[in-house]
């Protein structure tokens, strides 16, 4: 009998040590704050799908304070953490087709942007190879970018010479035509620079009124129709993680990705925007909504004149069908529901 009690131990010891080597976590750096859309929305949302999918097999820890977000596609090309996500503006010489989906006028949410950027780049991006080296299983933007200010102005050319930070990408060369000294610093940075008097302003989404509690620091905010640009991401995995798993928990993984995937995070970062006016306009920010046919809509249109010609120019040297997609993409997200 003490036999037959050892011996169903033993098998009840093996099979839980078995079970326990089969879970896997997957650790995932983030470096917006907790309270940001993204992780308090997009990772456990994703964590809750990717553990449903593999059983309870895959579950994810998030981790933070890990560098600057232009390290993330570092740190998981060399297996330092297994997933992350970034702003393609952070490395500008790798990532230029991402710009497509950034240029101004598009005139859609971030929901609908993400998935046609996602839809864009698989069609045509993908194979020009600036992912190299990462498992990308989703892209996003974030909402319209803005102009928060310290101090009002009452048009765009009141903002030559102020000291801006720009995060690259499209909004550089935006930044750039309006003749604004560029100031380089990752987003979570902002609200201490608005504070010390290092910038006197920031262009970025409405949402980061409240994320970053930029009401507080950045009380005069212009809100264009449709924004100025929006902002891509990456959301990207390592590989050799990813072949690692068991076959049925990499289909899983990517089927509660991609897409599907990209969609939610721009969802979710519409409805922080959405949360951040509220947020700026209980704080007392002074708003300008400029209005399709107003003076300040007018002259950001003029100052975009050439912009899609500059940007096809610069990844002519990408492969890709640039001008078609540049095309497929507004009409995707243009005619998205």
């Known amino acids: 009998m003490n036999f037959l009690k050892t011996a169903a131990a033993v098998t009840l010891g093996v099979s839980l040590s078995a079970g326990a ?13 907790p309270t940001h859309p993204q992780n308090a929305v997009v990772w456990p949302t994703w964590s809750k799908w990717v553990e449903e999918a593999t059983e309870g097999r895959v579950k994810i820890a998030i981790e933070y304070g890990l560098g600057h977000p232009k390290t993330m596609f570092e740190l998981v090309e060399d297996g330092v953490v297994d997933a992350s996500f970034s702003y393609h503006g952070y490395v500008p010489g790798r990532f230029k087709l991402t710009q497509a989906v950034e240029q101004p006028l598009l005139g859609v949410d971030a929901e ?9 780049f698989n069609k045509y991006f993908a194979k020009a190879g600036e992912h190299d080296g990462l498992e990308v299983i989703g892209l996003f933007t974030h909402g319209p970018g803005q102009i928060h200010m310290a101090d009002p102005v009452s048009s765009l050319a009141d903002l030559k010479g102020k000291k801006i930070r720009l995060g690259g990408g499209v909004q550089g060369e935006i930044g750039h035509r309006m003749g604004v000294t560029a100031v380089g610093a990752p987003a979570p940075k902002v609200y201490e620079m608005m504070q010390q008097g290092v910038i006197d302003g920031v262009f970025i989404p409405m949402g980061e009124q409240k994320s970053l509690r930029l009401k507080e620091v950045a009380k005069n905010v212009i809100a264009l129709p449709g924004g100025m640009y929006l902002g891509s991401f990456g959301i990207f995995m390592n590989p050799d993680f990813l072949a690692g798993l068991e076959a049925k928990d990499r289909a899983a993984i990517m089927a509660v990705s ?12 519409d409805a922080g925007d959405a949360a951040g006016l509220v947020a700026a306009q209980e704080a007392g920010v002074n708003i300008t909504m400029v209005k399709d046919g107003d003076a300040l809509s007018k002259e950001f ?28 993409l507004r009409d995707v997200a243009r005619s998205y529901k």
Do not use: C, Y
């Open 21 to 33: 080597m089969a879970e896997t976590t997957m650790r995932v750096a983030s470096w917006l704050p």
């Open 112 to 120: 609908a942007a993400s998935v046609a950027h996602w839809r864009i």
């Open 258 to 269: 991609g897409e599907k995937l990209s969609a939610m995070a721009g969802r979710a970062w």
């Open 301 to 328: 249109k003029d100052l975009t004149n050439g912009m899609d010609q500059a940007f096809l120019e610069s990844v002519s040297d990408r492969g890709v069908d640039a001008k078609a997609a540049l095309a497929e």
